[in-house]
């Protein structure tokens, strides 16, 4: 069975279809990337597993439970978790803290345990931040926890970012554009930690990319959107001699996509 | 707060404490706020009249609150001051410890609004409803105003009721904000404010005109005679003694407000605050959570609606205008919202100006007309000038410190146990992002 199963998912938006019939599978365990142009519907794809948008018509299924009509909370609950495109933490939280409320879930303590603040719930704080401080070694950022977010460099607020999804212990996590605004040792470091945590932390990846050497270096399987439509997916090697992906890529006259077509075609 | 986790951070505050690296402006002011600490209490106590000595009694507890003096030591001196000097002075005072008592119940109220606008980040221009509900609560079943409709039992109810009321009314009030939650809190920003600003009128006027067909609220005259609390058949009817209640309350919501706060609630509530959506995807139930921020600074207005009631002995709608809900955001906005410390700094400076200070200048002017030193139009009185003096406070704190006298510093409570901080902070940081990746 499929970890993630998307069928015939379509969504519009006034007059505008941002994802046409997209059919979509993948396996635990799996590293997966959707590229594809800018406005070609990724991000919205993205939101639509999130349970940010309502879906017009189509269905995802997650672990043999259906998303569809989940809201944000009850996707969390399964196990999903997600960095977004542009950096999106609790700006005037401490580090710490940030991590902490992605440990929400896990936590039980009721009303009274917290009023009170029983024996129970203190445990369960300690616990819940002897963790906290484990994700912040594992991603590299241990001696800041008492920091606000902000304060944080750009590099430090996208590893924060991560480590707060981790919190969640997703099994799947998806990553909005993690290289964006990195440069070429810095994406490349971020592939490394990116193969590290499917091993470590046993968790399948579904990540977004523009940069075409991270993605192909990196994804088990890749699937190109073009507006909004499905155009190919497969293995690396299958997408780079597609004809199809070429076209899609070519067509667009923009800088950073004409590097990407270079990419593709080398 | 967990007891040893608060000795723990006493004894480390204690332990970094130091004078010796002061500035000289650093130490004047230190050697003026120390002089305003020692002097003010003991003016207050030669002379328990002088209105002006109260003032600066009262500004010396904002100066405790800022002095260079470890937590203990600051802590120590504001239980003398609050527990021991305030009740002294109330008990020849009537005046000055009914003032004190509201100043403890404003700041018990803007602490609970301060969740709902400073935590969780919702608007709420309405907070006077609850204070309201509260207050009628009470009123009604302390007075015979409840054998109008009641079918049983013979009323007023003794004030040894007064304490489960205290209860009840949190219970009670809780649930009605809880049940205003549930329409209101699916808008967001503006629609939220403007919709609990007509929900907390709809309760006024509600109270306004529910003297028929069956008379329960008696209308615009109000409800009087209260009966005061009674403590194992003592009637507990003196300013002091309203003012011991207020403070042992105070103590206990600050401390319930403190552990929410450092508890997956409280930073739930913040999360919602600083990106809604963020925090759903974190698995944080939103609605449950703005509900329950809703229910409980409900409660605990409810709670002192009991306290106002049976204080003043007299409860009408006129006290639970939307002037009210502004004047205890004006509290929690001074103050600096998201602040405990300044909330409740904020409520007294606010109950300061307004009982204290503008009246002494007023009557002190009238005097001086009186007398014919100054000829001063009654026009021209600042006792009328409350709201303009207010509103020009309000726009020089937007200006100058728009976060507040104290604003929100979040603190980390928790300390790693050994062997899990395993690098100096130092050292890692280029370490860990090269080694790390990203």
């Known amino acids: 069975m499929p970890l993630l199963e998307v069928k015939g998912l379509t969504k519009t938006f006034g007059g505008l279809t941002a994802i046409n019939h997209v059919d979509f599978t993948m396996d635990e365990h799996q590293i997966v990337s959707v590229i594809g142009p800018n406005g070609a519907g990724k991000t919205t794809f993205f939101n639509m597993i999130s349970g940010y948008y309502q879906v017009d018509s189509g269905t995802i299924k997650f672990d043999g439970h259906p998303l569809t009509k989940l809201t944000p909370e009850k996707v969390a609950a399964h196990k999903i978790a997600r960095t977004f495109q542009n950096i999106r933490l609790f700006q005037n939280m401490l580090v710490a803290e940030n991590i902490l409320v992605g440990c929400y879930m896990h936590m039980k303590a009721n009303l009274a345990d917290i009023i009170f603040r029983l024996p129970r719930m203190r445990r369960e704080e300690q616990e819940a931040y002897d963790k906290v401080m484990s994700l912040l070694d594992y991603v590299g950022l241990s001696g800041k926890e008492a920091e606000l977010a902000r304060n944080l460099s750009y590099g430090q607020q996208r590893r924060l970012e991560i480590a707060r999804a981790l919190a969640i212990e997703p099994k799947l996590l998806l990553l909005d554009e993690p290289a964006a605004g990195l440069n070429p040792k810095e994406t490349e470091e971020m592939k490394q930690f990116i193969l590290r945590l499917r091993k470590d932390r046993n968790t399948s990846i579904l990540l977004i990319e523009h940069d075409m050497k991270l993605v192909m270096g990196l994804s088990d399987k890749i699937t190109v959107l073009n507006y909004g439509e499905k155009i190919a997916d497969g293995t690396p090697d299958e997408i780079r001699n597609n004809e199809k992906v070429i076209k899609a890529y070519l067509g667009v006259e923009d800088a950073e996509d004409d590097d990407a077509v270079g990419e593709v075609l080398a | ?438």
């Open chain 2, 1 to 438: 707060m967990s007891m040893a986790n608060f000795l723990g951070r006493l004894k480390a505050d204690a332990a970094s404490f130091r004078l010796s690296g002061l500035s000289k402006k650093e130490w004047a002011i230190f050697v003026l706020q120390a002089l305003i600490i020692i002097a003010a209490p003991i003016w207050l106590l030669l002379q328990p009249g002088s209105s002006v000595a109260f003032v600066l009694f009262l500004a010396s507890i904002l100066c405790v609150q800022k002095i260079k003096l470890p937590l203990w030591a600051r802590i120590a001196i504001a239980v003398v001051d609050l527990a021991l000097i305030m009740p002294i002075v109330g008990m020849t005072s009537g005046t000055f410890a009914r003032v004190a008592a509201m100043i403890v119940i404003y700041a018990i109220l803007s602490m609970g609004l301060n969740i709902v606008v400073g935590y969780t980040g919702l608007l709420n221009l309405g907070y006077a409803a609850f204070y309201a509900v509260g207050a009628y609560l009470y009123a009604i079943f302390a007075s015979s105003q409840a054998n109008n409709f009641m079918p049983f039992g013979v009323y007023p109810l003794s004030g040894n009721w007064f304490w489960l009321f205290l209860l009840l009314a949190v219970i009670v009030t809780g649930f009605v904000g809880f049940l205003l939650g549930l329409p209101v809190l699916r808008l967001k920003g503006d629609y939220l404010a403007v919709v609990t600003l007509g929900f907390a009128e709809i309760i006024r006027l509600l109270f306004n005109n529910l003297s028929s067909p069956i008379n329960i609220t008696n209308g615009p005259m109000g409800i009087t005679p209260i009966q005061p609390p009674m403590l194992f058949n003592i009637k507990l009817d003196q300013p002091v003694h309203y003012y011991a209640i207020v403070l042992v309350l105070f103590l206990i919501t600050f401390v319930v407000v403190k552990n929410l706060q450092n508890s997956r609630v409280g930073r739930a509530w913040v999360a919602i605050r600083e990106d809604e959506l963020v925090a759903r995807t974190m698995g944080v139930p939103v609605v449950r959570m703005k509900l329950l921020a809703f229910s409980i600074a409900a409660g605990i207005a409810g709670m002192m609606g009991v306290v106002f009631a049976a204080m003043q002995s007299y409860v009408d709608p006129t006290s639970f205008t939307f002037m009210e809900s502004i004047v205890i955001l004006c509290m929690v906005i001074l103050g600096g919202t998201g602040s405990i410390q300044g909330v409740i700094i904020g409520a007294l400076a606010v109950v300061v100006l307004q009982l204290q200070i503008l009246k002494d200048v007023s009557s002190y002017l009238t005097s001086l007309t009186a007398s014919g030193i100054l000829n001063l139009p009654s026009w021209l009185n600042p006792a009328k000038y409350e709201r303009l003096i207010f509103g020009l406070i309000l726009v020089l704190m937007c200006i100058f410190r728009p976060n507040g006298l104290i604003p929100e510093k979040r603190v980390l409570q928790m300390k790693a146990k050994l062997g899990i901080k395993p690098k100096a902070p130092k050292a890692d940081q280029t370490n860990a992002a090269s080694k790390e990746g990203l």
